[in-house]
């Protein structure tokens, strides 16, 4: 597996793999990895004759009072993973090389990150997609594979591929969860014991809303106080958001009368955890 930490070395080893005709699957990630890191892995790894993914905590997704300093990191133990996938390439690179002291471009999707968690992380999407863009610039990937638990995160993508004409698949894959259900993510690490059981409360507030559905339930606003029901129960748990919005345009709708995106956005303790299910009548 090569470790690679310049943009230039990157693209060069892009260059080589697609002279040879090879595709390149390709699963950005900000590290601390777990399994639901790892099925993306295997995915690209089973579309694609070669894989990369990249290790990069990107601070401009981070607003002044989040965790960017705090954000779990342990590169050695990561590599250790992605070689059982296996990864063929790790790009690492520091955030000096991907940003220059005087740049001043972003990339920024408007209206799918308008609602959500737009208002409650101002500038997070705007770093995302910059970040994104310059990641497919410097990979150079055929396929890329994004997790469907930051659905948000996943839709603007898409939104921005299909603006900008990259030459990129996004491949959506669904969450991964524990066996308990909590989505699997980097943040649980946070949770205390006691938090992490609280931290349940939010897909047992999904399932509730999908159980609610196949009953026959379709008014939006009800499965939403479904899932608001279910949150307020469990002590700690302080609701962000609970919406039911368009599963492609993300705006707010009435009634499920196509599919439509359930999404959560809570706090245990300190952390912020999200949550989502996709209702298809």
């Known amino acids: 597996m090569d470790i690679i930490h310049t943009p230039d070395e990157m693209q060069r080893w892009s260059d080589s793999v697609r002279a040879l005709g090879e595709k390149i699957a390709f699963v950005p990630t900000m590290g601390f990895l777990h399994e639901g890191h790892l099925a993306l892995m295997r995915e690209g790894r089973r579309r694609a004759g070669a894989l990369v993914a990249s290790i990069f905590v990107n601070p401009t997704q981070f607003g002044p009072s989040e965790d960017f300093a705090r954000y779990p990191r342990d590169f050695e133990r990561d590599c250790e993973m992605m070689e059982e996938v296996p990864v063929d390439a790790v790009f690492a690179p520091e955030p000096s090389a991907m940003y220059a002291p005087d740049a001043q471009t972003w990339v920024e999707v408007t209206e799918v990150t308008r609602g959500l968690c737009g208002p409650f992380r101002p500038g997070h999407f705007r770093g995302v997609t910059t970040v994104v ?149």
């Open 133 to 281: 863009a310059k990641l497919f610039n410097i990979v150079k990937p055929h396929i890329a594979v994004f997790g469907e638990k930051d659905f948000q995160q996943l839709r603007a993508i898409q939104r921005m591929v299909a603006d900008l004409n990259f030459d990129v698949e996004i491949v959506p894959f669904p969450i991964v969860r524990e066996s308990d259900g909590l989505a699997m993510s980097s943040r649980n690490a946070y949770l205390s014991p006691q938090e992490r059981e609280r931290a349940l409360a939010l897909s047992l507030a999904l399932r509730a809303v999908r159980d609610r559905f196949e009953a026959g339930a379709c008014c939006a606003e009800e499965l939403v106080q479904t899932a608001k029901c279910v949150l307020r129960r469990t002590a700690g748990v302080e609701i962000e958001y609970v919406e039911a919005v368009d599963s492609v345009t993300l705006e707010r709708v009435s009634s499920i009368d196509r599919p439509v995106l359930v999404a959560i956005a809570a706090r245990v303790g300190r952390t912020r955890l999200i949550d989502n299910t996709v209702l298809v009548p």
